[in-house]
C-alpha cells in the first residue's frame, strides 16, 4: 500500500521500557533466522496464519505463542484496532543490515506495515528512497515498501522492531492523514 512520504511518523507513543521488558522475557528458541537468510536478521512470529510460527503470507491469521506471552503488545495491537497481518519482533544484530529491496509481493497492494521501535541505537539508520531516519524506542511509523528501502545497525547492540502489518482501519487513516499534514 502506497504512503504520500517515505516515512510517516504517526502520532501516536508507546512504552517503549514495557515493550522491551515483554521481548526479553521471550525464550531464545521464539527467535528465527530471516527467511531470505539474510545474516544477522531474526525475528519472532507474533501472527500468522493458523498461529504457526513461519513467514506464510496467506491463510487465516492468528495469535502465536509468543503474541499471547506479551499482554503489552496484544493491548497495543488492540489500540490501534486494525485488522492484523503477518506481524513479528525483527532483529537486526550488530554490523548487520537488510538490503536494499522493495516488497513486490502481491501482498502488499493491500497491506501497510508499521514500524514501532522496542531496542535500538542511535547507529540504527532506515532510508527509503533518499530519506533516512532513526526511529526511536516507542515511536510508530509507516513507510512506502513500493519504494527502495534498507536498514543498517551501525550500533553494537541488537535492535528489534515490532512490525506489523495492517490492511488498516478508520483510525489508523485519521493518523496518517495527521502524519501527513503535520497536526
Same mark, same amino acid.
Given at each position: 500500500?502506497?504512503v504520500?512520504?517515505?516515512?510517516?511518523?504517526? /502520532?501516536?507513543?508507546?512504552?517503549?521500557?514495557?515493550?522491551?521488558?515483554? #521481548?526479553?522475557? $521471550?525464550?531464545?528458541?521464539?527467535?528465527?533466522p530471516?527467511?531470505?537468510?539474510?545474516?544477522?536478521?531474526?525475528?519472532?512470529? $507474533? #501472527?500468522?496464519?493458523?498461529? !504457526?510460527?513461519n513467514?506464510?503470507?496467506?491463510?487465516?491469521m492468528? !495469535?502465536?505463542?509468543?503474541?499471547?506471552?506479551?499482554?503489552?503488545i496484544? %493491548?497495543?495491537?488492540? =489500540?490501534?484496532?486494525?485488522?492484523?497481518?503477518?506481524?513479528?519482533?525483527?532483529?537486526?544484530?550488530?554490523?548487520?543490515?537488510?538490503?536494499?529491496?522493495? %516488497?513486490?509481493?502481491?501482498?502488499?497492494?493491500?497491506?501497510?506495515?508499521?514500524?514501532? /521501535?522496542?531496542?535500538?541505537? /542511535?547507529?540504527?539508520?532506515?532510508?527509503?528512497?533518499?530519506?533516512?531516519?532513526?526511529? !526511536?524506542?516507542?515511536?510508530?511509523?509507516?513507510? %512506502?515498501?513500493f519504494?527502495?528501502?534498507?536498514? =543498517?545497525?551501525?550500533? !553494537?547492540?541488537?535492535?528489534?522492531?515490532?512490525?506489523l502489518?495492517? #490492511?488498516?482501519? %478508520?483510525? $489508523?487513516?485519521?493518523?496518517?492523514?495527521?502524519? =501527513?499534514?503535520?497536526t
Amino acid at each position: 500500500m502506497r504512503v504520500s512520504k517515505p516515512f510517516l511518523q504517526l /502520532p501516536i507513543r508507546f512504552c517503549a521500557e514495557t515493550l522491551a521488558r515483554e #521481548v526479553q522475557s $521471550l525464550p531464545p528458541e521464539a527467535w528465527t533466522p530471516h527467511p531470505q537468510g539474510y545474516p544477522g536478521n531474526d525475528a519472532v512470529a $507474533l #501472527v500468522s496464519p493458523d498461529g !504457526a510460527i513461519n513467514d506464510d503470507l496467506a491463510g487465516e491469521m492468528a !495469535a502465536t505463542q509468543y503474541l499471547r506471552a506479551c499482554p503489552y503488545i496484544m %493491548d497495543l495491537m488492540a =489500540e490501534l484496532g486494525s485488522v492484523w497481518g503477518r506481524s513479528r519482533l525483527m532483529g537486526l544484530g550488530p554490523g548487520a543490515e537488510v538490503p536494499l529491496h522493495v %516488497d513486490v509481493h502481491y501482498y502488499w497492494r493491500t497491506h501497510l506495515r508499521i514500524h514501532i /521501535p522496542v531496542i535500538t541505537n /542511535p547507529n540504527v539508520r532506515f532510508t527509503c528512497d533518499e530519506e533516512t531516519v532513526h526511529m !526511536a524506542p516507542g515511536e510508530c511509523w509507516t513507510f %512506502d515498501s513500493f519504494r527502495h528501502h534498507r536498514v =543498517e545497525n551501525g550500533g !553494537a547492540e541488537k535492535r528489534v522492531h515490532l512490525v506489523l502489518d495492517t #490492511v488498516g482501519n %478508520d483510525r $489508523l487513516w485519521d493518523m496518517l492523514q495527521q502524519a =501527513e499534514s503535520g497536526t
